[in-house]
């Protein structure tokens, strides 16, 4: 029997995910202790697990590398691979929204030019062009986004907003509501197919340890 591997992404959802997979029957202790390890191995289930930067998740399940990953929904919006997306895991809650001072609430509409700064370009773009049916000026940050409304680089920013804790530490507001998030169960589509008894075995089980599936 050849080994399944799972991409974990690292950071906030690895230990809710490392629960579940547990919950499931999987073997993770080995996940649990602190180290550097990046791949783990359960030789009595003949699963591996790997320890990926949550924006790659999908990129090793599209290539085959892994044949299941567990990620949230904004890296897969902001990824657009072609992935089978099997479960909301429904950790990881949050929302992707528009954000800034609270000046601009209600007049974002009739700005004529208004940069954003955000992570997440492609959800950004998509938003403005296909909701707002706005042309804006996106500009790329990798991290403290909160950080660019509050120098003059940008009006404002489209990020993840979970308790809101950011945002009201930096004096800035949600403006708008993109969508929901959380996290998601996906698989590669011809793993799908090689390994489908023991990747639905698997879902089935998580299935049953969620609320509302
Ligand atoms: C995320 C996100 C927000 C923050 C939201 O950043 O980009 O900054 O969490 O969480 P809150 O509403 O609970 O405050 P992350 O911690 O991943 O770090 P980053 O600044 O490097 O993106």
């Known amino acids: 029997m050849r080994y399944i591997t799972i991409a974990l992404a690292k950071g906030r959802l690895a230990e809710l995910t ?9 073997e993770v202790d080995e996940l649990r202790q602190k180290s550097r390890k990046l791949i783990f191995t359960d030789e009595k289930n003949k699963f591996k697990f790997i320890l990926v930067k949550a924006s790659d998740v999908p990129t090793y399940v599209e290539y085959g590398a892994a044949d299941i990953g567990v ?7 902001e990824d657009g691979k072609d992935l089978y997306e099997m479960i909301d895991l429904g950790f990881g809650a949050c929302k992707m929204a528009v954000a800034g001072p609270a000046e601009l609430s209600g007049k974002l509409d009739g700005m004529s030019h208004i940069r954003v700064a955000s992570k997440y370009v492609n959800i950004a773009k998509n938003y403005y062009q296909f909701e707002k049916k706005q042309s804006v000026e996106i500009i790329k940050l990798n991290g403290s ?31 708008e509501e993109i969508c929901d998030l959380s996290a998601r169960f996906v698989v590669n589509r011809v793993s799908m197919k090689m390994e489908r008894e023991r990747i639905l075995d698997l879902v089935d089980k998580i299935k049953k340890l969620l609320p509302n599936q």
């Open 71 to 77: 990620v949230g929904r904004d890296t897969l919006l």
């Open 145 to 175: 986004v909160e950080l660019a409304p509050l120098v003059g680089l940008s009006e404002v920013i489209v990020d993840i907003v979970e308790s809101g804790k950011t945002l009201k530490e930096n004096g800035l507001v949600v403006l």
């Open 18 to 26: 490392v629960d579940l997979l547990e919950q499931a029957g999987l």
